[in-house]
């Protein structure tokens, strides 16, 4: 009934045109959900690359957001343990100094659907300041506090935009690559290791 349920679900958001209007290459929403999934991976917006193959971190920054989790693209790509959801499921289009925000229509009105769908869930990673100020409800704390306190939210992982225009805050912070990424890669071992409850 889960997967009937899901499916249902997604077929809603393929028709979603909640924010279409906004939309300057109109709704093409890009998410990956499965009852089974361990793992949800809540990011930001898809870019323009990611619009054109409807296929989530497929750019520099899900090259990098791989290395990170140190996983294959077959690994990163199987729905059975990882679900992709998006602050906003469409691409926003460009602003000055890169792609838009994520429009705010989308989060409210998908993600606790499509999360209540998915029961296996054990560790939400959290990339950005817009998923982690929804899902941590603490605006008053910068991406780099966040992300430095990776320890304290409980079920989530908070992480950086792995954007390439992110390699300055990168070379700044030599204790995220020291001390976050190996406490990262022990969650997501023992998440895929432990099997569904």
Not at 21 to 32: C, F, M, N, Q, Y
Not at 58 to 73: I, V, Y
């Amino acid at each position: 009934m889960g997967k009937l349920k899901l499916n249902n679900l997604l077929e809603e958001v393929a028709r979603c045109q909640l924010c279409s209007s906004e939309l300057p290459l109109g709704p093409r929403p890009v998410v990956v959900a499965n009852p089974r999934a361990r793992i949800l991976i809540v990011g930001q917006a898809p870019g323009l690359k990611v619009h054109r193959s409807g296929i989530p971190w497929n750019d520099a920054s899900g090259e990098r957001l791989r290395d990170w989790l140190q996983m294959s693209p077959e690994q990163f790509y199987d729905d059975n343990t990882i679900a992709i959801m998006p602050m906003a499921f469409c691409y926003p289009g460009r602003g000055r100094s890169g792609d838009n925000p994520p429009r705010k229509e989308c989060a409210p009105q998908w993600h606790s659907v499509i999360r209540a769908a998915m029961p296996n869930i054990k560790l939400t990673i959290l990339i950005g300041q817009y998923a982690q100020r929804y899902y941590l409800r603490d605006r008053s704390v910068t991406v780099t506090q966040c992300v430095r306190e990776f320890d304290r939210h409980s079920g989530f992982f908070p992480l950086p935009h792995p954007s390439p225009r992110n390699n300055l805050w990168l070379a700044r912070n030599p204790w995220f690559e020291r001390e976050a990424l190996p406490a990262l890669r022990r969650e997501v071992s023992r998440c895929l290791n432990s099997g569904n409850d």
